[in-house]
């Protein structure tokens, strides 16, 4: 019986969850769902990802001029959802976001599109635009944003529980909803479409009614859970 007390002390909690160092880079996953990140410079992240830090680090919200008039006005229709805010310094940065699964990908030369609300945190030598695509304002609140990233370094983005990751091919193209789409690779260019049925089905405020279609040579990642956009609220 004491054998089994001592399991649920304080020393053996803390023992199973303190943190280590595991020399994997300027990002380690602390936990499947907590992003460290070895400072010693600059990093990207997601605005309010923050959760701890250790060391000298001064964070900075983005300006919405930094990226040129464009992003200004994009961000107009984004709302906070694109916020990106950077950390400056050197110590232990501690990220994550409402207790999403943590991904990292190391791009080389490559470029690929993650929804402006599953991107947490990037290198600053990746090449970041932030898209909006007016085309489906009218169809979704806002319309739909996205951060299109590009170069070399490391990325990390977020999804609700276990992603699928489906390959497009000509032959076969992937439709998916817009709500469940994390990210695609650079190179496809998602079409916009409405299905009549699906409205006439579930009604006509379903954001069922809008897919992606996914038509070349490429990938797309969709997670199971269907997230509301922060400018379809309210």
């Known amino acids: 019986m004491v054998f089994s007390l001592n399991r649920y002390s304080i020393e053996e909690f803390i023992k199973k969850t303190e943190q280590e160092d595991k020399g994997e880079g300027f990002f380690e996953l602390e936990t499947p769902r907590m992003l460290e990140v070895n400072l010693d410079g ?5 605005a309010g990802a923050m959760v701890a830090y250790h060391g ?3 964070f900075v919200r983005e300006s919405i001029l930094e990226h040129g008039l464009g992003t200004a006005f994009k961000k107009a229709f984004t709302g906070e959802g694109a916020s990106l805010m950077k950390a400056n310094g050197k110590g232990k940065l501690y990220l994550a976001d409402s207790g ?11 470029s690929i599109y993650v929804n402006g609300n599953d991107l947490l945190a ?25 951060v299109r990233c590009e170069g070399t370094g490391m990325i990390a983005l977020t999804t609700h529980y276990e992603p699928l990751t489906l390959k497009v091919t000509p032959s076969q193209p992937i439709i998916t909803d817009p709500n469940a789409t994390v990210a695609w ?3 496809l260019q998602p079409e916009f479409q409405t299905d009549i049925s699906l409205k006439t089905f579930l009604g006509r405020g379903s954001g069922e009614s809008i897919q992606m279609k996914f038509a070349g040579e490429g990938f797309v990642v969709v997670q199971p859970y269907e997230e509301v956009r922060m400018n379809e609220k309210g």
């Open 42 to 46: 600059q990093v990207w992240a997601k």
């Open 56 to 58: 000298d680090i001064k």
């Open 100 to 110: 999403k699964k943590i991904i990292i990908l190391h791009l080389q030369n490559e």
């Open 122 to 146: 990037f290198e600053p030598s990746i090449k970041w635009e932030i898209k909006l695509m007016k085309r489906i304002a009218g169809m979704m609140a806002g319309g739909l944003f996205n």
């Open 185 to 187: 690779s650079g190179n």
